[in-house]
C-alpha cells in the first residue's frame, strides 16, 4: 500500500470538550512517548519564510480574513490573563490529560503547533521537554508576544523555532509526534484542505489535536455579536468602539469566573472581529 495512500492513516476520532484528537496509528507500531528525555534550553530562533512553496491558488491572500484584520490593527487579540504561570500550567496540563497526553507525552519528542498566538500555551508544552518544538504565527504582533513570554522564561524549556509564513507556505523536514492547532480552523473549504495538510504532517503512531467549537457554544457568542453590531458606533474608531463594548458588556463578562482573557480582547476577537462567524 503506498504510503500516500488514504488508508495510511488509520482514524480513531475522540472528542474531549472542544477538542478533537486524530491519531495515525497506521505505521511503525513501536514508537512510545516519552521514552527520550531531555530538553534543549537556549534562545529561541526564527526561521525565515521559504520562497517558493507552490501554494494552491484557492487560499485566501494574506490580505484576507483574520490575519487580516490582526494585520491592519496590530493586534493579537488571545492572550491569557493569569495570576502566575503555575496556574496556567495546571489548567494546560489538566486539558491534555482529557485528551490522553500527560506531560511526559511531550518528553523526547517532535512537537508542531500552529497559529500559536500569544505563545503562552506553548509554554506549557515547552517545559515538557520536546526534542523539537517548531512554532508557526504569522501574525507580527502575535510574533512580538511570543519572543516576549519566552524571554521572560525562566524554567528549563525547550526554546523553539518560530516560522513566520502562513501555514499554507510552511514546511518541515520529516514529521511530528505530536501536532497541535487551536482556535483557528473552521469549516471553510480552503481550511478543510489545510487539516489534511495538518494530518500529513503527523508521524505514524503521532497524535493531531484540534480544535472543534460546538453549535451550543458558538450560539450565545453570536447573539452577543448582533447586539454589539446594532449598539456600537461603527464610524467611530477602532480604539473608541472596543471600549464602548467593553463597558457595555464588562459586567456580563465579570460573571463568567473562569475567563482568562482580559474583556479588551475579547471584545476585538469576537465581537469587532468580521471573520469571527467563518
Known amino acids: 500500500?503506498?504510503?500516500?495512500?488514504?488508508?495510511?492513516?488509520?482514524?480513531?476520532?475522540?472528542?474531549?470538550?472542544?477538542?478533537?484528537?486524530?491519531?495515525?496509528?497506521?505505521?511503525?507500531?513501536?514508537?512510545?512517548?516519552?521514552?527520550?528525555?531531555?530538553?534543549?534550553?537556549?534562545?529561541?530562533?526564527?526561521?525565515?519564510?521559504?520562497?517558493?512553496?507552490?501554494?494552491?491558488?484557492?487560499?485566501?491572500?494574506?490580505?484576507?480574513?483574520h490575519l487580516a484584520y490582526y494585520r491592519q490593527h496590530g493586534i493579537s487579540p488571545v492572550r491569557y490573563a493569569y495570576a502566575e504561570l503555575a496556574s496556567h500550567f495546571e489548567r494546560r496540563d489538566s486539558l491534555y490529560r482529557s485528551l490522553g497526553l500527560p506531560a511526559v507525552a511531550f518528553r523526547g519528542v517532535r512537537v508542531l503547533e500552529v497559529a500559536a498566538g500569544s505563545g503562552q500555551n506553548s509554554l506549557y508544552v515547552a517545559a515538557c521537554g520536546p526534542a523539537a518544538y517548531d512554532l508557526v504565527e504569522p501574525n507580527p504582533a502575535g510574533q512580538q508576544d511570543i519572543r516576549a513570554v519566552y524571554a521572560g522564561l525562566s524554567l528549563a524549556h525547550t526554546a523553539p523555532r518560530l516560522h513566520t509564513d502562513r501555514f499554507e507556505a510552511f514546511s518541515a523536514d520529516g514529521r511530528y509526534d505530536i501536532v497541535l492547532c487551536e482556535n483557528w480552523l473552521g469549516s471553510l473549504p480552503h481550511e478543510l484542505v489545510l487539516i489534511r495538510k495538518l494530518a500529513d504532517f503527523v508521524a505514524p503512531g503521532g497524535v493531531l489535536v484540534i480544535t472543534i467549537v460546538p453549535p451550543s457554544g458558538f450560539f450565545p457568542n453570536i447573539v452577543r455579536k448582533l447586539i454589539a453590531l446594532r449598539a456600537v458606533d461603527r464610524a467611530a474608531p477602532f480604539g473608541r468602539q472596543v471600549a464602548q463594548l467593553v463597558q457595555m458588556f464588562g459586567p456580563h463578562l465579570s460573571t463568567i469566573a473562569d475567563m482568562t482573557r482580559s474583556h479588551a480582547d475579547w471584545v476585538k476577537d469576537c465581537l469587532l472581529n468580521p471573520h469571527y462567524l467563518n
Open 1 to 65: 500500500m503506498p504510503e500516500s495512500g488514504i488508508m495510511r492513516k488509520q482514524i480513531s476520532a475522540a472528542l474531549a470538550g472542544q477538542f478533537g484528537i486524530y491519531y495515525n496509528n497506521f505505521g511503525d507500531a513501536t514508537r512510545r512517548f516519552g521514552l527520550h528525555a531531555g530538553a534543549n534550553a537556549g534562545s529561541m530562533s526564527q526561521v525565515a519564510a521559504p520562497k517558493d512553496q507552490g501554494l494552491i491558488k484557492a487560499f485566501p491572500a494574506p490580505d484576507s480574513g
